[in-house]
């Protein structure tokens, strides 16, 4: 009896585990590359509605075991190619497919929180995502901003010079701010970096002083010039508060998320790239000759008449004229780039390992750029729940920006002075050196030898660390928690160096001859974060709860010390007889913030976000007040509802969205400074003119954006239009006070601007053979702002003054206008332009044609916004403009004394259309046939790539300067189109090779 029941026992236990193992059965299968016709490794293939999947090996197949023995729809999906949705059961568990490339980015995984993202078909935003093919596959630029240009929509992009190094302005969707620069925040890998102006200290030895202050004209390079563009895998650009408010009090400009490169899983692989190259001037506008009529005319002093005569006649006798712009400006500049990376790893440990020198010298002599970057990005899986990454990056960079610009005091500017010196002046230093004085124009100063002999140098030492960790705290197959924690920090260190020599023209005139100027800055930003990310499928919604903490730290401080009455050939600050600290400055700022969202999708027919950021901080006048910014959105996938029937039309999503965030307050605006004095050789100090506002609050936006995407003819074209009409709140101004408290104004929040804008998105493939494939895109953006209260006076700011052109603040008037002389009434002067183009618009074009060959450009064309362009006001003053001596009105007077518009000479003189169309990125490529490398080298080398491209190839304008898009003033969001003597655009032709190994 007793062995009957031990056999019942052990024929149930069979049974029972006999159908267990029958309740699942396996899938297998391999995913392939419909293009290419080649194994396709890391393709997700998931369980629709569950977290069951896996992931294909490096040669493409895959084994999924389905629980329950039932019928499930695989999901088959990787970045860069269009998902599959699968039916499966165990009946036909063999499964064999391609992918087609997602052309059109709708598969793409987009930003939508902190700690969560989106798919693009999903998205209720007009995120901008930039690929590393988008960024750099075109050409090599040298700057991660300057990569920027033409693939952003709403992107207002400006260059503030040609100057080796960088110095880009950005602004998204418009003016933000009336005294801030209007520049987004960026985050490298979850690092809040800084990407500020940091001052060199050129203009204020050279006294470049105007109403803006000189450290406003240093032409600096902002910091975002550190980043290797090639490490870059994707940029997303949340271009309002409808998308950034998620980032709270520093996102009312926009945000811009870098994503570096990571490794993948399989064999190591080795790249080599070597980029060889040249420079030459965009555009030289030309001087004019000089004739013994025009000499005559030009100096109505008798004594300097003859003088200049008698030179132009020896100039004529030995036929010795210069051409300067070309002397100066027109140097054949070497440019180098030269990369090695390393990728590989395992299903636990993947790495990425890259370094780049980049060695490009200035079109002017004694002017480049050296860039060191060194990166290590880490990924180790501690478990199936716990892993976490790292990535470092450390950056030496060496700029010679050399002197451009304006100046006031020195004469230590090249295009300053050449506008003053004739083409029959001899520059060059004789036999002994000596180079010879120049008596033009003011204040007078040899440009050769201060191009020759005087220093501006930048060295920059950065580190950037960042880390996360991800612990899956529940894993479910139709549910999750996880734990999201980063961390990160960038240390800035730029050391600058601004010498002019004692034995210079100007520096002799001195009481002190021989000027230094050492600067050091250092910044060094701290970012906590920690979030929970909650995902729960029920039926057919899907929903993701997100809620977390920030924790920001900034702390800045600079130290410029100054030595004037130099010992020759000296930059040591003690051998000076004149010392002095310039300036000290030292800032901390703290910043904390929570955040909740959540996420509601119900089968990817209707997608809606609602979320929300509490942020405070040391800079507000209530430091512990907590500022909130909502932000909602809602997306409808027409063409995913069962009555959707239009077959031409494969996606249709209106979409609208909200969001409000802040702009911080400049530091030191709750305090009243206290200023240094000597009363009878007593130390003291005296209260500022300015008193500070303990009562002062952020700078805020809120933004309305409505949109609709759509894919046509099998998603082989795309339309992206969005309207968004954006309102910024509370902006800074400084408050009049009564002469009767003692002093003079207070910051206040008082003004409020609007930015109305459309940004439309064409894209598609033109033409797909299997010998041609061509892909196209064109975008059109345009934006208008009016300041609707401003609750002060109405005032003029920037540039020069009235007499050569200045912007008007006032209610119901762009910030951008530009007014100037003559005056219509007292105080009340004529309008002349405005800044804001009418529009913009890119194109760009990718073919690859005979297997191949790749052939890619870009165009851009900015119509309208006007420059104030006082180059043309220098070279007019001094007689060198081409032309100045014709008369095209045949008055007797020339053209250089008499420029319209009547009434003549007045500031609608230098205002002037700045409408430019311009190749932006042009480039050839041949990759060499796998069986010719396989040949030559015996599976040594895997690929072989070559080619050759080009930046800022060509340029149509009627602009009469180097390049429309100019800044003397840097990032300032109002007078960032005053032209004065920049250095030249440089058109940049490269060489490349790559190999993979």
């Known amino acids: 009896m007793r062995k009957s029941v031990q056999r019942l026992g052990q024929l149930l236990l069979f049974l029972l585990f006999s159908t267990a193992g029958f309740s699942q059965y396996t899938v297998?299968?391999?995913?392939t590359d419909e293009a290419r016709n080649e194994p396709l490794p890391n393709v997700s293939v998931q369980i629709k509605g569950t977290k069951v999947g896996t992931t294909t090996g490096t040669d493409g197949t895959f084994s999924l075991n389905v629980p329950d023995n039932k019928s499930v729809t695989l999901v088959i999906s990787l970045v860069g190619f269009m998902s599959q949705s699968v039916n499966v059961s165990s009946t036909s568990a063999a499964l064999d497919l391609s992918l087609k490339t997602d052309v059109l980015n709708l598969e793409e995984v987009v930003v939508t929180g902190l700690a969560t993202s989106v798919k693009r078909s999903n998205l209720a935003n007009a995120v901008t995502s930039i690929n590393s093919k988008e960024l750099t596959g075109t050409t090599q630029i040298q700057t991660t901003d300057g990569a920027l240009y033409s693939k952003v929509p709403g992107a207002n992009i400006r260059l503030n010079g040609g100057a080796p190094g960088g110095g880009l302005s950005i602004q998204l969707r418009g003016v933000s701010s009336l005294v801030g620069a209007s520049q987004p925040l960026i985050i490298l890998d979850g690092v809040y970096i800084n990407n500020s102006f940091q001052r060199t200290g050129r203009a204020t030895v050279t006294g470049a002083a105007a109403g803006a202050g000189a450290p406003a004209q240093d032409d600096g390079a902002n910091r975002l010039a550190d980043i290797n563009p090639a490490d870059i895998q994707n940029i997303e650009v949340l271009k309002g508060p409808s998308a950034a408010a998620i980032y709270g009090t520093r996102a009312n400009a926009g945000?811009?998320?870098i994503t570096t490169k990571k490794g993948s899983s399989g064999k190591t692989a080795?790249?080599?790239?070597?980029d060889i190259g040249f420079g030459r001037p965009l555009r030289l506008v030309g001087t004019d000759d000089w004739s013994v009529e025009k000499i005559n005319f030009f100096f109505t002093n008798a004594t300097k008449r003859a003088t200049e005569l008698a030179r132009f006649q020896q100039a004529q006798s030995t036929g010795q004229f210069f051409d300067y712009e070309e002397i100066f400006y027109a140097n054949t500049a070497t440019l180098s780039n030269t990369r090695l990376t390393v990728t590989g790893g395992t299903d636990k440990t993947k790495f990425y390992v890259g370094g780049v020198i980049t060695n490009e010298e200035g079109t002017v002599r004694r002017t480049g750029f050296e860039r060191y970057s060194i990166r290590a990005n880490i990924e180790h899986k501690i478990s199936n729940r716990l892993n976490f990454s790292i990535n470092s990056n450390y950056v030496r960079s060496n700029t010679d920006r050399g002197f451009t610009g304006n100046q006031n005091n020195t004469g230590a500017s090249i295009g300053y002075n050449i506008s003053y010196i004739p083409n029959y002046f001899d520059l060059r230093?004789?036999?002994?050196?000596i180079y010879p004085d120049v008596d033009y124009g003011g204040p007078r100063e040899n440009p050769l030898a201060v191009t020759d002999k005087a220093t501006n140098n930048s060295l920059v030492n950065r580190f950037i660390q960042s880390g996360t960790l991800n612990w899956e705290i529940i894993d479910r197959a139709n549910s999750g928690l996880k734990l999201q924690v980063t961390g990160g920090i960038d240390f800035v260190q730029n050391k600058t160096l601004i010498h002019l020599p004692e034995d210079l023209q100007y520096q002799r005139s001195q009481a002190n001859p021989g000027d230094v100027l050492h600067g050091r800055q250092e910044s060094f930003n701290k970012n906590f974060q920690a979030a929970l990310v909650h995902n729960v499928n029920v039926n057919k919604f899907g929903f993701t709860t997100q809620a977390g903490i920030v924790r920001l730290e900034f702390d800045y401080n600079s130290f410029f010390i100054r030595g004037r009455g130099l010992a020759p050939k000296q930059t040591n600050v003690q051998q000076a007889t004149v010392q002095q600290?310039?300036?000290?400055?030292?800032?901390r700022v703290q910043e904390a913030g929570i955040f909740a969202q959540e996420e509601v999708n119900w089968d990817d027919k209707i997608i809606a976000t609602a979320g929300v950021r509490f942020d405070k901080s040391t800079l507000n006048g209530d430091i512990n007040k907590m500022y909130a910014f909502p932000k909602a959105s809602l997306a409808i996938n027409l063409t995913n509802f069962d009555f959707w029937n239009v077959g031409f039309i494969n996606q249709l999503k209106p979409r609208i969205a909200y969001g409000e965030t802040a702009g911080p307050v400049a530091f030191g605006s709750t305090f009243t400074p206290l200023n240094g004095t000597n009363i009878g050789g007593l130390l003291g100090s005296v209260v500022s003119t300015q008193i500070g506002n303990t009562g002062i609050r952020p700078e805020t936006a809120r933004e309305i954006e409505f949109g609709i995407d759509a894919g046509l003819f099998k998603n082989r074209v795309s339309l992206e239009a969005t309207y968004y009409i954006k309102t910024t709140a509370n902006n800074i101004q400084n408050l009049n006070l009564s002469p009767a408290v003692g002093v003079n104004t207070t910051p206040s929040n008082e003004a409020e601007l609007e930015n109305k804008g459309i940004?439309?998105?064409?894209?598609?493939?033109?033409?797909?053979?299997?010998?041609?494939?061509?892909?196209?895109?064109?975008?059109?953006?345009?934006?208008?702002?009016?300041?609707?209260?401003?609750?002060?006076?109405?005032?003029?700011?920037?540039?020069?003054?009235?007499?050569?052109g200045t912007f008007l603040i006032q209610e119901g008037v762009s910030p951008l206008t530009i007014v100037g002389s003559p005056a219509i009434t007292p105080g009340v002067f004529t309008v002349w332009g405005n800044n804001q183009p009418k529009f913009t618009m890119s194109w760009f074009n990718t073919v690859t044609f005979l297997?191949?060959?790749?052939?890619?450009?870009?165009?851009?064309?900015?119509?309208?916004?006007?420059?104030?362009?006082?180059?043309?006001?220098?070279?007019d003053s001094g007689g060198t403009t081409e032309g100045w001596f014709d008369d095209d009105d045949k008055d007797g007077i020339p053209n250089g004394r008499q420029r319209p518009p009547a009434p003549f000479n007045n500031?609608?003189?230098?205002?002037?259309?700045?409408?430019?169309?311009?190749?932006?990125?042009?480039?050839?490529?041949?990759?060499?046939?796998?069986?010719?490398?396989?040949?030559?080298?015996?599976?040594f080398v895997d690929r072989i790539r070559i080619g050759a491209s080009g930046n800022n190839v060509l340029l149509f304008t009627k602009y009469e300067g180097y390049d429309p898009e100019t800044s003397t003033f840097g990032a300032q969001s109002i007078a960032g189109n005053v032209d004065v003597a920049p250095y030249p655009t440089t058109r940049r032709i490269f060489f490349h090779i790559n190999l993979d190994f």
């Open 429 to 433: 230093p004789n036999a002994a050196g």
């Open 28 to 31: 297998k299968g391999k995913i």
């Open 907 to 939: 500031a609608g003189r230098w205002v002037q259309d700045a409408t430019f169309f311009k190749m932006r990125e042009i480039g050839l490529y041949y990759n060499v046939p796998q069986s010719n490398v396989n040949k030559w080298f015996n599976g």
């Open 759 to 804: 940004e439309l998105a064409l894209a598609g493939t033109v033409i797909q053979k299997s010998n041609v494939k061509w892909f196209s895109r064109v975008m059109w953006w345009k934006n208008d702002v009016l300041v609707k209260k401003l609750g002060i006076p109405s005032y003029l700011t920037g540039a020069f003054g009235t007499g050569l």
């Open 270 to 274: 080795i790249s080599f790239g070597q």
């Open 581 to 587: 600290i310039d300036q000290q400055f030292d800032s």
């Open 255 to 257: 945000v811009i998320i």
């Open 851 to 875: 297997k191949n060959f790749d052939f890619s450009m870009m165009w851009e064309w900015r119509n309208g916004g006007d420059n104030i362009n006082l180059t043309s006001f220098l070279t």
